[in-house]
């Protein structure tokens, strides 16, 4: 065998060798992707299309059966659009909520340290035990915010037991949630903003705060934005707790979500196929509205 022949073959072993070795690191991983991920979503979509019942012990294939039904349940089309509407309200009060506590967090030195840690209580608490003290809280004869009310001479509000104030307490709530964990985040980009910039903008003329904010701030946390976006909706398309703690999709179904009817479906009336298209539908929006807002921004934003 000539030198040339030798050295190609000592080439391709060498080859070889490096892509096993690569392939033995990622296996782990991949095996870990099949496992939790990819194995679950094969399941739920063989569910999706049978019209199989919890504990039941065989299922009949129904094919799109179960899609169709869903598209023309009014109950569907409901939780969708109280999901939407929730979705909407929670968002932009999440993220320029958090923003805007975060800017005015930041500014402080002495006692910056206790305001984060009040601001992010919410985060490390029980939502669902939280959801039993904003009961009591917002009780129409016992909470204290009423009582506000009454002695600024306002009627009293029942907040979860109104139609039309139901859902928006809901979002004032899931924002509170939120507020806190999101202001880490813009903490965390504001303290990666150089000072230096500030300075040469103030130099250059811009000695107003909201045009340093508007020419340096907030361009320079566009991807701290996007993130807290994202990351925001898909939290806010989750909304199953407090839900499931004080309205129960009530009154009159103005409270009832999307996950909310999913739970219902799957563990109430055991229709598992069917709660399992759901949850299809369910995954498409966050994945339709995590992509469009994704590229939208990402086109905006400034690394």
């Given at each position: 065998?000539?030198?040339?022949?030798?050295?190609?073959a000592?080439?391709?072993?060498?080859?070889?060798?490096?892509?096993?070795t690569?392939?033995?690191?990622a296996?782990?991983?991949?095996?870990?992707?099949?496992?939790?991920?990819?194995?679950?979503?094969?399941?739920?979509?063989?569910?999706?299309?049978?019209?199989?019942?919890?504990?039941a012990?065989?299922a009949d294939?129904?094919?799109?059966?179960?899609?169709?039904?869903?598209?023309?349940?009014?109950?569907?089309?409901?939780?969708?659009?109280?999901?939407?509407?929730?979705?909407?309200?929670?968002?932009p009060?999440?993220?320029?909520?958090?923003?805007?506590?975060a800017?005015?967090?930041?500014?402080?030195?002495?006692?910056?340290?206790?305001?984060?840690?009040?601001?992010?209580?919410?985060?490390?608490?029980?939502?669902?035990?939280m959801?039993?003290?904003?009961?009591?809280?917002?009780h129409?004869?016992?909470g204290?915010?009423?009582?506000v009310?009454?002695?600024?001479?306002f009627?009293?509000?029942?907040?979860?037991?109104?139609?039309?104030?139901?859902?928006?307490?809901l979002?004032?709530?899931?924002?509170?949630q939120?507020?806190?964990?999101?202001?880490?985040?813009?903490?965390?980009?504001?303290?990666?903003?150089?000072?230096?910039?500030?300075?040469?903008?103030?130099?250059?003329?811009?000695?107003?705060?909201?045009?340093?904010?508007?020419?340096?701030?907030?361009?320079?946390?566009?991807?701290?934005?996007?993130?807290?976006?994202?990351?925001?909706?898909?939290?806010?398309?989750?909304?199953?707790?407090?839900?499931?703690?004080?309205?129960?999709?009530?009154?009159?179904?103005?409270?009832?979500v999307?996950?909310?009817?999913?739970?219902?479906?799957?563990?109430?009336?055991?229709?598992?196929?069917?709660?399992?298209?759901?949850?299809?539908?369910?995954?498409?929006?966050?994945?339709?509205?995590?992509?469009?807002?994704?590229?939208?921004?990402?086109?905006?934003?400034?690394?």
């Amino acid at each position: 065998m000539t030198a040339v022949a030798q050295g190609a073959a000592r080439s391709r072993r060498r080859r070889w060798i490096e892509q096993a070795t690569g392939l033995g690191f990622a296996l782990p991983a991949l095996a870990l992707l099949f496992l939790t991920i990819l194995l679950p979503l094969a399941v739920l979509l063989y569910l999706s299309m049978t019209n199989y019942e919890f504990g039941a012990i065989s299922a009949d294939w129904v094919g799109l059966a179960n899609f169709q039904k869903a598209l023309g349940d009014p109950i569907i089309r409901r939780s969708v659009v109280n999901t939407l509407v929730y979705v909407a309200v929670v968002v932009p009060g999440g993220v320029f909520g958090a923003l805007l506590i975060a800017i005015l967090v930041h500014g402080r030195r002495r006692t910056r340290s206790f305001y984060e840690v009040i601001y992010f209580l919410p985060v490390t608490s029980t939502l669902i035990a939280m959801a039993t003290v904003w009961q009591f809280l917002l009780h129409p004869a016992l909470g204290p915010v009423n009582a506000v009310l009454r002695s600024l001479g306002f009627g009293q509000i029942a907040f979860l037991s109104e139609p039309t104030t139901a859902l928006p307490t809901l979002a004032v709530i899931g924002i509170w949630q939120l507020l806190g964990f999101n202001m880490i985040l813009f903490l965390a980009g504001l303290s990666a903003i150089p000072r230096d910039l500030y300075e040469a903008a103030e130099i250059d003329g811009a000695s107003n705060p909201i045009d340093r904010f508007l020419t340096i701030t907030w361009p320079l946390l566009g991807p701290t934005t996007m993130f807290v976006i994202v990351t925001t909706m898909i939290t806010a398309f989750k909304i199953f707790d407090t839900v499931a703690v004080m309205t129960r999709g009530g009154p009159m179904g103005t409270t009832e979500v999307l996950l909310y009817n999913i739970y219902l479906e799957g563990f109430q009336y055991f229709h598992t196929g069917y709660a399992a298209a759901l949850t299809f539908i369910f995954l498409a929006f966050i994945l339709v509205f995590s992509v469009a807002q994704t590229f939208t921004l990402d086109k905006k934003v400034h690394y």
